[in-house]
């Protein structure tokens, strides 16, 4: 079972191990599109760039109302700092902003990076972007609880599983300017949006395409099939996700 992507909260692993079916996936695809989403994301935000293209098309030209965030002032948290998170550090970085990053399994080396608990980063950052799986663990990590952490006018970012998100929390959040933005690219429940998301003029919404570019959906479906082709040659997959019974483990295999 060759899965078109990276998550695996939509497979039954533990069946298919059962069963003695491998399951793979592709883990490092898509790092450049996911992290130039998030980083685009948190840019619309700081220069209003939704915002204000809502209101020009309306026919409301006010650039003395704009509400605009120099990015260098600003302190950017990324909650899960793997290849995705870093290669997200990395690019922020770049516009000289603070960067602080929660991971539970944290790096050594960090370099320009600040590691702490996730409470000190919500209560830190100016916006917040998840590169979290979703797991029973990571369900909700981010719910009223969470929001109440955060500075006043802060954003919220989440490019990874919308499941990570309590989403009438954040229109709660939106609606009492605890957050003043929330971009997301996957909601819980998608494709279906909450009407209370839809009416609130901070929210960006985009439909579930971080991960997608000409070049990274090629590169997708060629590692997969040739997954499939090494497991039915005999030979082991170079990013398995399981060890079915008696099965050798692949060179990926991390477990």
């Not at 000289?96 to 209560?123: S, Y």
Request: include cysteine; charged fraction near 25%.
């Amino acid at each position: 079972m060759a899965r078109l992507g990276v998550g695996l909260d939509n497979i039954a692993v533990d069946a298919a191990t059962e069963r003695g079916v491998w399951v793979t996936n592709v883990p490092d695809y898509c790092v450049d599109e996911v992290s130039d989403h998030a980083v685009a994301m948190v840019l619309a935000w700081t220069r209003g760039l939704a915002v204000l293209d809502r209101e020009v098309r309306r026919g409301r030209w006010d650039p003395a109302g704009a509400r605009l965030r120099r990015l260098s002032t600003l302190t950017c948290g990324i909650v899960g700092f793997g290849r995705i998170g870093r290669a997200t550090a990395r690019k922020l970085g770049a516009f000289g902003c603070r960067i602080l990053a929660h991971d539970p399994h944290p790096p050594k080396d960090a370099p320009g990076v600040e590691l702490v608990d996730l409470r000190e980063l919500l209560r830190r950052s100016d916006a917040v972007i998840l590169h979290v799986p979703l797991t029973p663990g990571t369900h909700h990590l981010i719910g009223a609880d969470q929001l109440a952490l955060m500075k006043p006018g802060g954003l919220l970012v989440n490019v990874s599983r919308g499941g990570l998100v309590d989403t009438d929390a954040v229109i709660r959040a939106l609606d009492g300017g605890r957050l003043d933005g929330a971009a997301f690219d996957v909601l819980d429940g998608e494709p279906h949006v909450p009407a209370g998301l839809l009416d609130q003029p901070g929210a960006l919404i985009t439909p579930h395409v971080a991960f997608s570019s000409d070049a990274s959906v090629t590169e997708l479906r060629r590692r997969a099939a040739e997954e499939v082709v090494r497991i039915l040659a005999g030979e082991a997959p170079a990013h398995p996700c399981n060890h079915p019974g008696g099965l050798p483990a692949g060179p990926g295999d991390r477990r």
